[in-house]
């Protein structure tokens, strides 16, 4: 009679992995059962833990840009008030230095 269940190693977490073959399902061992893999659970923790850090990171650098941006903003505004400044006085022209 041939066999129904195949049982292999998975490539990414090395859990061994037992696939019936007559009712096309297929079910990881459990954690007790697996030699050095990790479990689903900690691995959807380090993922939340690795989703919050980057979002803190991309927090903080879009603070950051919307600092620059302020600060070019104003520089951008103060310079516009200078050349209206100068705007009034006539500029120098280098033949009339005669």
């Known amino acids: 009679m041939a066999q129904t269940v195949f049982t292999f ?3 990414c977490c090395n859990k061994s992995i037992e696939v ?3 009712s096309g399902k297929a079910r990881a061992a459990r954690p007790e059962e697996a030699k050095g893999g990790r479990d689903l659970d900690s691995l ?3 993922q939340k833990k690795q989703s919050q850090q ?3 990171l991309w927090g903080s650098a879009s603070r950051q840009v919307e600092k620059e941006k302020d600060l070019l903003e104003k520089e951008l505004q103060r310079a516009k ?7 009034d006085e006539r500029p120098r022209n280098i033949f009339d230095l005669d």
């Not at 008030?81 to 705007?87: G, H, R, S």
């Open 54 to 56: 980057l979002d803190k």
């Open 20 to 22: 019936d073959t007559r």
């Open 81 to 87: 008030e200078e050349a209206k400044k100068d705007k």
């Open 9 to 11: 190693s998975c490539p």
């Open 44 to 46: 959807l923790g380090e």
